[in-house]
């Protein structure tokens, strides 16, 4: 599988499962599959590396979210776990379920979440909208899915197929459609307020916490 990575600083040595813990899926070498997102992440960054990997992902323990509704809260819960782990302390069961997909995977896939979609998960976190709010943005916002390496057995699997700097055209670009984007989810986020601020059989947060950790 052709999939994408990108890196402020370049990879050096043998790839592995390293990164920051409070990531979305937590610790792990994140790639996606649409090129443009990891190009956005760094195109801001002088000296930052554009990888083309192939992934043999035949073997591996995968877990995937995929787009129903379930799916899509599980993988908003699990973000939260790993962003905002202090909340999740008298959530016991919760707890278990997200420790154990850190430790019984080797690769983890779900929607692509950069930094114009947290505005809309921020939103979700703090109550502000609802389950179905969010599920609506996501699917509009469409930054293809990341597919993140989480043991040293997974990462054996990546090869390098091309690394380079991004051609100043790339930065460009790329800098033009992250600005867009983040307009067009501040236009999309003020839509869903106002779509599902009276909607019936709707679901927040802190309800869904409690129902997920019974």
């Known amino acids: 599988m052709l999939l994408y990575h990108g890196s402020k600083k370049g990879i050096k040595g043998n790839i592995r ?41 035949d073997g591996l323990r ?16 699990y973000i939260g776990y790993h962003r905002m782990r202090q ?3 008298s959530y016991g069961e919760l707890c278990k379920r997200y420790a154990s997909y ?4 080797d ?18 976190f703090d109550g502000t909208i609802c389950d179905r709010a969010l599920i609506d943005g996501l699917m509009r916002a469409r930054l293809g899915r990341q597919y993140v390496f989480k043991t040293e057995s997974a990462c054996s699997r990546i090869h390098i197929i091309s690394d380079r700097t991004l051609t100043d055209a790339e930065v460009r670009s790329a800098t033009a459609q992250n600005e867009t984007r983040k307009n067009e989810m501040s236009g ?18 802190d309800e ?4 997920w950790n019974a």
């Open 17 to 57: 499962p390293e990164s920051r813990s409070i990531c979305d899926f937590g610790t792990g070498f994140y790639t996606g599959d649409m090129k443009e997102q990891p190009i956005g992440l760094i195109a801001a960054w002088r000296g930052s590396r554009f990888y083309e990997l192939e992934c043999e992902l």
């Open 208 to 211: 869904l916490m409690e129902e």
């Open 188 to 205: 999309i986020i003020s839509q869903l307020r106002t779509r599902y601020r009276r909607a019936s059989g709707v679901k927040y947060y």
């Open 107 to 124: 690769l983890i896939s779900g929607l692509i979440a950069n930094d114009k979609i947290y505005e809309l998960i921020d939103e979700f």
């Open 62 to 77: 995968k877990l995937e979210f995929g787009e129903n509704y379930e799916s899509q809260i599980d993988w908003a819960l």
């Open 102 to 105: 850190d430790a019984d995977y």
């Open 87 to 89: 909340s999740y302390e």
